[in-house]
């Protein structure tokens, strides 16, 4: 598993490079609508960042840092998908291990994110980075 990188995307290009990965976890987004969103998040103080291997995307994350009077600092992960022929052989860990690390460096007491209920093989993959389910996530459609 050698020979990959980690990069953010800093440029809309390297944006519009990580479309065809993240489209596989939020294919209601165009690729144009995918690059604004993150242009704006990113004025937010959300980070977009891939795993690179021979010059080809394999894994693609979206986190921000936040702080909270529940939780103090920490890492909110938004986004998180490998490309499908590589799901399972140990990219997506890869990344989640260097989004704990960057959490860790940034005084964070905890990392969290939201999983769809219909997503089971990723809540496996969660519950082996030694995850917990803490809260349920409510939400109201207000458009």
């Known amino acids: 598993m050698a020979d990959y990188s980690i990069s953010l995307a800093v440029s809309n290009d390297a944006v519009r490079h990580c479309y065809p990965v993240i489209s596989q976890l ?14 704006i998040m990113r004025h937010e103080g959300y980070h977009l960042v891939y795993l690179e291997k021979n010059g080809e995307i394999i894994s ?8 909270m009077l529940s939780r103090g600092r920490f890492m909110y992960i938004d986004d998180l998908v490998t490309d499908e ?12 291990d260097w989004m704990f690390q960057k959490a860790q460096d940034a005084g964070c007491n905890q990392i969290d994110l939201d999983s769809g209920v219909q997503r089971f093989d990723a809540h496996e993959f969660y519950f082996r980075k030694k995850m917990k389910i803490i809260s349920y996530h409510f939400t109201k459609k207000i458009k």
């Open 26 to 39: 939020r294919p209601h987004l165009s690729e144009s609508e995918f690059v604004s969103r993150v242009s």
């Open 60 to 67: 693609v994350a979206g986190y921000r840092f936040s702080t």
């Open 85 to 96: 022929p590589y799901r399972g052989k140990g990219y997506g860990k890869i990344l989640m």
